[in-house]
């Protein structure tokens, strides 16, 4: 048995611990906060249906953050929802889950103005998890995460040099040109590029 902090008072949207800046960190418990969110709810997970401790964050500027869990029971998750979990149109922004505890969750994008929720709860079993949370800016790339890949039809033509091209030779295989600058900033895959290779 402990002492649960601020009383058994359920954690729920309207009392919602305020995280005013960043960095912040913060040490709570679910337990005796009450099971007001489901794996109906929000980013329907099962991991939600233990005991739920919630808080929330208003960004001023467009920002992207890492949160993370210590000191937890297994089967622990981080939820974060642009609306309370429980509202008629809520979009999961975020979610991760350890069945054996402390979860992280990195490269979470926010919009200025929006108040996010970020829920700490369990599988239910355990019911109900002490935690410590980090919130802060992140650490992740946030450049050119968001791509998607498919193929495109191509017809090969040799008119790249008459039309201002510059051709490559290479006449050897599995060889490379020298750096290309491509003449514009590429973003992919959390790297910005400003040149590229032939192989």
Do not use: H
Request: hydrophobic content about 30%.
């Amino acid at each position: 048995a402990y002492d649960p902090g601020d009383g058994a008072a359920t954690s729920t949207c309207a009392n919602a611990t305020t995280v005013s800046s960043l960095p912040y960190a913060n040490s709570a418990t679910t337990c005796c906060k009450g099971n007001e969110y489901t794996s109906t709810d929000g980013c329907l997970s099962s991991y939600q249906d233990g005991e739920d401790y919630l808080y929330k964050y208003t960004p001023s500027t467009n920002i992207v953050i890492d949160i993370s869990l210590s000191g937890t029971a297994s089967f622990t998750g981080i939820f974060v929802t642009d609306e309370c979990p429980n509202a008629g149109v809520v979009s999961c922004i975020g979610s991760a889950t350890s069945s054996t505890g402390n979860p992280s969750l990195c490269g979470v994008s926010l919009t200025a103005g929006t108040t996010y929720y970020i829920m700490i709860d369990t599988d239910p079993t355990p019911n109900c998890t002490p935690f410590s949370i980090t919130i802060r800016e992140s650490l992740s790339p946030s450049c050119g995460l968001n791509y998607t890949i498919s193929d495109i039809s191509y017809s090969w033509t040799n008119t790249s040099v008459a039309n201002g091209g510059t051709e490559v030779v290479l006449p050897i295989d599995d060889r490379y040109s020298d750096y290309i600058p491509i003449g514009f900033n590429f973003c992919y895959d959390g790297i910005e590029y400003t040149r590229l290779l032939i192989s």
